[in-house]
């Protein structure tokens, strides 16, 4: 059974940084995409970065581009998100997934494109 566990969240005042950690066990991660997705109250899930399985290429949602970080060691079956310069309006519950279906040379952006899912950790960014 694949299970995804993050880690790393909290409250942080705006402007400060925070990484976040993706753990994966019953899976070798190193033939899949991964992705960080974020649901503020109210709002609907959405993606905020993905990586490649050798990590060369990468997507970043336009708010968070020069902001945030994705990265993965595939040797410890772990993805990371990097937050700097984080603002109030990135609050929200953010959550890891994995694309196991999909080839991992591509990044992906969809919600269904990740059919595991981790089971979010909450980042609060007071201002």
């Known amino acids: 059974q694949v299970q995804l566990v993050e880690s790393g969240g909290g409250t942080v005042q705006a402007g400060g940084s925070m990484r976040l950690s993706c753990t994966v066990s019953?899976?070798?991660?190193?033939?899949?995409?991964m992705g960080w997705f974020r649901q503020a109250p109210g709002k609907e899930r959405v993606i905020v970065a993905s990586i490649t399985s050798g990590g060369s290429d990468t997507y970043y949602r336009d708010s968070v581009k020069g902001r945030f970080t994705i990265s993965r060691d595939n040797a410890k079956d772990t993805v990371y998100l990097q937050l700097n310069s984080l603002k109030p309006e990135d609050t929200a519950v953010y959550y890891c997934?994995?694309?196991?279906?999909?080839?991992?040379?591509?990044?992906?952006?969809?919600?269904?494109?990740?059919?595991?899912w981790g089971q979010g950790t909450q980042v609060t960014v007071s201002s």
């Open positions: 019953g899976r070798t991660i190193s033939s899949d995409t």
């Open positions: 997934a994995i694309a196991t279906t999909y080839s991992g040379t591509l990044y992906y952006t969809r919600d269904a494109d990740y059919d595991v």
